[in-house]
């Protein structure tokens, strides 16, 4: 038996390339669940991967593909029979270990999620890690006492991945969005994902000194991380929270302080959807069935197929790529 898949390899010389392949089932890695793939998605991760950038992958050839969701064909665990419908998130899955630019992949069980009844393999790859990630974060927001009554809550990094569904989650549930992008001409799209408010990428990264600024915030989703994570943490109204999640604007945060720690009692949340537990994980995805209705998903969400990935690998990594990129891996077999 035989599938398809993007491979990306190095030769001797590092230079890194990018192929659709077919390949044997024998090169499928050890794993208790074979799933066919119906659906992947494009993440920041996927683009250093598919690139050969970032040192995530370190053993070549490789299958990118940090996602995937479709349907269990194979399976020696007794969790998981042959037709149950399963969702992959995160694992080092597209990183360390072959992942989900394929129709097979091979997994621990532990890893696979079952799929939320009213949800299927293309809604769950428009939200994929990215919107997980940005239902988790909502929780942590809320158990740290947010609620829409609070005030405006911040998005940074809001026409990505993350940002677009945690905007959409945000205003579904009745809060006030304030959504930071770099980028003008995604104004509208965020207006129409719920975002009441538009504030430039500059306003927040332009140096401020202070150890505290004016109150301005009831919580915030940040996906940047970097010298915007000092700004936001610096107008964070007394009380409120800041659900950490990404670090594409560096793990160093300039200016940082204690003062808001200490004199606004602001908590900084870190949001990992790896390192959280199963019974999390499947409770954010059950939550996303009802908060993040597909209607809601398809303005942020661009179907694309295996061939295009070489392209939009280094795509995502200029910012190019907007809202979800679901790549439909199940028209390989048609």
């Not at 990018?18 to 669940?33: K, M, W």
């Not at 799929?115 to 158990?143: D, F, K, S």
């Not at 499947?282 to 908060?291: I, N, Q, T």
């Amino acid at each position: 038996m035989s599938f398809t898949a993007l491979v990306v390899d190095k030769d001797e010389a590092g230079s890194v390339s990018q192929n659709i392949e077919t390949l044997d089932d024998s090169r499928l890695p050890d794993g208790d669940v074979t799933v066919d793939v119906a659906y992947s998605t494009l993440n920041y991760k996927d683009g250093l991967c598919i690139t050969g950038k970032g040192g995530l992958v370190r053993t070549f050839p490789h299958v990118p593909g940090i996602d995937f969701a479709g349907v269990v064909s194979q399976s020696s665990d007794a969790r998981y029979k042959a037709g149950d419908e399963v969702i992959l998130t995160g694992w080092r899955v597209g990183e360390a270990r072959w992942g989900g630019y394929a129709t097979k992949a091979r997994v621990k069980a532990d890893w696979l999620v079952p799929m939320p009844q009213g949800m299927n393999a293309r809604h769950a790859m428009a939200i994929g890690t990215a919107g997980l990630t940005a239902m988790i974060a909502v929780m942590a927001l809320e158990e740290h006492g947010l609620q829409p009554d609070k005030g405006e809550v911040l998005v940074t990094g809001a026409a990505g991945g993350v940002g677009s569904v945690a905007v959409s989650i945000l205003s579904h549930l009745g809060y006030s969005v304030a959504a930071v992008t770099g980028r003008p001409e995604t104004a509208d799209y965020l207006t129409g994902l719920g975002a009441t408010t538009i504030i430039a990428r500059a306003e927040l990264t332009e140096e401020n000194k202070r150890p505290l600024e004016s109150e301005r915030w009831a919580g915030t989703i940040d996906a940047v991380g970097g010298e915007m994570l000092g700004r936001v943490l610096k107008q964070t109204r007394y009380g409120g929270s800041v659900a950490a999640i990404g670090l594409a604007g560096g793990a160093a945060v300039p200016s940082f302080t204690v003062i808001p720690f200490l004199l606004r009692g602001i908590n900084l949340l870190g949001i990992d959807s790896v390192a959280c537990p199963y019974e999390r994980r499947v409770a954010a995805w059950h939550r996303l069935v009802g908060e993040l209705p597909m209607d809601r998903l398809e303005p942020m969400v661009e179907e694309h197929r295996l061939a295009d990935l070489p392209a939009l690998g280094p795509a995502i990594l200029k910012g190019q790529v907007k809202g979800r990129a679901v790549i439909n891996i199940a028209a390989e077999r048609t």
